[in-house]
Every structure is written in C-alpha cells, then in structure tokens.
C-alpha cells in the first residue's frame, strides 16, 4: 500500500489564482499555494507569474472538505525539449480545478471510492510535500499522525532553551525524534564559532548530529524526558562531529609576536601568512614580486593586504621589510582554548603553516 510521507505540511490557509483553459469544468484551471505558520505565501512568486491577474484569486480555509471530482488526465507527453510529467485534473466544490499527480491519485484510490456521477467519497484537505501539492483523505490511515504534527506546528509552545533537559528527547517539526545532547559551540572556521542547539537524530542512517540556532519552528513537542540510557555514547559521536567545537572563543588571546617569531615565521606563498593587529584586523604578509606571483624574487621585500591579495586599505604597505611591518602594526598571533581551559592551539605562522 502506498504511504505519505508523515511530515507533510497541512496549512491553516490557502490561496487560489487562475488562468483560463480548455478542457476543465469551469474553463479556468487554479494554481494552489498556502500561507506558513508565519502567515507567509508559499511559491509566491511563480505563483504571480503564472496566474492571469485580471482573475479574481481567492482564499479558502483549509478545511476537511467534501464534493471532490476527478476530470481527466493532462500533461504526459514529451515535444523536443518540451517534457509534461502526466496529471490528473480534480474539481474542487468551491468551483476551481486543479492538477494533482498520478502517485496522488493512486494513493486516494487507494483510500477512499470514486463513484461515476458523484465524485470522490470523503472529505479532503489539502497538503504539501516539500513544493508538491497533495489532496489528502480525512480517513487515510496517515491522516490522524499529519493532523496531529500540524497541530502542533500551528499551535507548538514556546520553548526555551534553558528548559530544555539534557538526554530527552523531543519531535522535530520535520517529525523526527531528536535526542537533546547540549548547547555548544559550532564549527564555523577560526574565529567564527557561536553557539547553537545540538541534537542526535535517532532515525537518520547518515547525519546523525543535528544542530540550530534557534528553537523556533524546529522543536515542536517533548516525546520523553527521560535521560537516553546512551547518552554518554551519542556525546562521544557529538564530539567526533565536524560541525561541533570544543574551542570557546571567550577565552581566546590574542598574543604579540617577538620580532624573531614574525621574522622566521612567514613565508613566501603568493596569498601570504595571516597576522592580527591591535584593532582585530586581520591582516596578511606576502612575499613581494617584481613581476608577477609566479616570480620569486630573492629579496627581503614583503607586501602587506588587508584581504587575500587585495589591497583595499590605504594604510596597508607595499614592497617593505618584515621589521618595518612588525615596527608598524605590531603584529599577534591567536591562541584558543577549549571550554575547560585546555589549550588548543596556538595559531602562529611557521612557514606559511598555522
């Protein structure tokens, strides 16, 4: 039997545009999209250009709606380049047609009756998976779990993270139940890690370590407070994450260079080693060539960029010496450190290598 996914989006409302055509009840066909949880349209734009403007669109509550009728298959058919996947058209009651797939169709034939004369059995709402319209019937046995999702989509509680309880686990709004491991810090490069929400995901084969900024529209609802008894375990996984760091850049230091260290310490690379200066620039240190990068002159000139090869800062040097950069700038080096004070690293230049 075909199932449907169970994270389909089931919206509170819904719009309808319109462009004439042959072949359907009305002589108009709707193109359908939906308002968000955040009362946002969906699909907008394509939506606008597709419609005809000098007809009238409408909104309608998305309601359990009886009166549905199939028409007649469209599409399926493939011209050149021009490729139509096969649809079948559906009469909604509130007087507007409109396409739904052939996997749509066998899915409500599958649940429900087609009756000559009368239409489909049964009430109906419409959902979304992903960008794909679907109808679905009230009385398929997927229903009752994509109505009670989009309960709590429409109508979820405010959580805060501080109550969040470490171990539990909890309904993602894709329905997915995430174990809550901690709020930590992301990897995001040298000094860009921030803060988010990490979770383990229990069902996924691949990407097991979730993680988000914020809550909003991401948790719905607790499953279990409860501690996972592996909970130690998934921390192990978390830790082996490339999206998790263990650094806390409010402990990091940034430390001056001695002019022995900024003198061995760099390179002769054509985009050049990074230092910091007293202001937090970063900034960065390149051999000088006369004519072009690829030709390494044997001199002691250096320039200095204030991003990878451009030159956009007018205080920044040109064909210098290392002693008159470190004289100028006085350069640093970063050091980080983990949460609990462990050293991590010390990010100094050493031949060209941090």
Known sequence: MIGLKTNIFVPEKIKVGFQNREGTYTKKLAYVIYYDQKGKLRKEASWNSWRDKNIEDFDFINEP??????????????????????????????????????????????????IKGKGLEGDFVYGWDGSDLLLIPTCSPDYSEISELNKLRHNKPKFNGKELIIGA?????DNIDLIYLGRFYEANGENKESKAYFFYNISHKYSKIQHYKSLTNNILDIVDDKCADNYSSLMDELTKSSYYSERDPSKDEYVYYTLDEFKHGFSSTYYGDSFYTDEGE?????????????????????????????????QVLTEVTLETIFTKYKPKYLVTYKSNGELIKKWRNKHGKQ
């Open 169 to 173: 686990t909890y309904k993602s709004n």
């Open 65 to 114: 709606t009886s009166g549905f009728v199939l028409n007649k298959k469209a599409g399926g058919y493939s011209t050149g380049w021009n490729h139509r996947q096969t649809y079948v058209r559906v009469y909604d009651p509130r007087d507007f047609e409109f396409e739904i797939t052939i996997a749509n169709l066998l899915y409500i034939l599958e649940n429900t009756n087609s």
């Open 282 to 314: 970063k900034l960065f240190v390149s051999k000088y060539r006369r004519y072009g990068w690829y030709n390494n002159n044997n001199n002691d000139r250096y320039d200095v960029y204030d991003s990878y090869r451009n030159r956009k800062n007018e």
